[in-house]
């Protein structure tokens, strides 16, 4: 069965850090993209960053950029984010996804609002995250 899954959230305190992996099962990441997204209660979905497996390129959202860092394993099996200096308006629940980066021929364009905003295929189920303050 073809699915993600996201592991490493918990309860941290301010100024902490944590790590959350997405593991593929059933394909490897090799030629997708991978978008790590948040959700926190009453809000929108937030799109957090945006990682292409084959261009090994990754774009941050204003709210991520110095502090939460993208980066993968060898076998392109898990995709993981590095969260550091967290505060509680982090807390959420966290989410993957990836998307392939070639649909029927055509490379899809790269970024937060493009393949990462309407070309994920796969979601994760997701892991909260809480800080307290």
């Known amino acids: 069965e073809v699915q993600l899954v996201e592991s490493g959230g918990g309860l941290v305190q301010a100024g902490g850090s944590l790590t959350l992996s997405c593991a593929a099962h059933g394909f490897t990441l090799d030629g997708y993209t991978v978008g790590w997204f948040r959700q926190a209660p009453g809000k929108e979905r937030e799109g957090l960053s945006c990682f292409s497996s084959s261009e090994g390129s990754t774009e941050y959202a204003d709210s991520a950029k110095g502090r939460f860092t993208v980066s993968t394993d060898n076998a392109k099996k898990k995709v993981y984010l590095q969260m550091n200096n967290l505060k509680p308006e982090d807390t959420a629940v966290y989410f993957c996804?990836?998307?392939?980066?070639?649909?029927?021929?055509?490379?899809?364009?790269?970024?937060?609002?493009?393949?990462?905003?309407?070309?994920?295929?796969?979601w994760g189920k997701g892991t909260p995250v809480t800080v307290s303050s």
């Open positions: 996804a990836a998307g392939a980066e070639v649909v029927e021929g055509t490379r899809l364009k790269f970024g937060l609002n493009y393949i990462c905003y309407y070309g994920m295929d796969y």
